[in-house]
């Protein structure tokens, strides 16, 4: 009888120990982000995915719900290099959604990343009119985002999320 009741009370104990918490993420709440990767817009195209990572633990009522280092893919929009005749190098990147720690969707909002170079045209212009025809080949400066930079992206929606 003993051992039936010691069973028993083991079996509860590592059931009440595997029970998951579910907690809801509020629309609007911050989630800061870093890029992960050097990105540059010579080097990806429209469609191809850029990671992230959440930059600091997001906590809900004393648990946290989206853990630092939880990573977020954004997708290309745009990415055109810079070129001649000083055209600046664009880059686009949105974010729309990220995975919570057990797979749960998590919609983000105003998560776009809008980075341009420096646009020298106007010195390509003149430089070639008034001087030597080869300042045509003059660029445009490019547009990259280096590792660490940081954005802000909000939740969307209120959201479920089961914590372990």
């Not at 120990?17 to 907690?23: C, L, S």
């Not at 648990?63 to 990573?71: E, K, L, R, S």
Request: charge should be positive; hydrophobic fraction near 45%.
């Amino acid at each position: 009888m003993k051992k039936l009741f010691l069973c028993l009370v083991l079996c509860m104990m590592s059931v009440a120990t595997f029970a998951q918490k579910e907690v809801t993420v509020k629309a609007g709440t911050l989630v800061p982000l870093q890029v992960s990767n050097p990105t540059k817009a010579a080097d990806v195209s429209v469609g191809q995915k850029v990671a992230f990572r959440v930059s600091r633990d997001i906590n809900v009522d004393g648990v946290t719900a989206i853990p630092y280092g939880t990573t977020v893919n954004g997708t290309v929009y745009e990415a055109k290099k810079s070129s001649w005749w000083g055209t600046k190098g664009r880059l686009g990147i949105k974010i729309s959604e990220m995975y919570g720690p057990n797979g749960e969707m998590i919609p983000l909002t105003n998560g776009d990343v809008y980075v341009t170079g420096k646009n020298r045209t106007a010195l390509s212009v003149c430089l070639c009119l008034f001087l030597v025809w080869p300042a045509c080949f003059i660029c445009g400066s490019k547009a990259e985002i280096p590792v660490g930079y940081e954005i802000q992206a909000n939740v969307a929606a209120n959201t479920l999320v089961r914590i372990n």
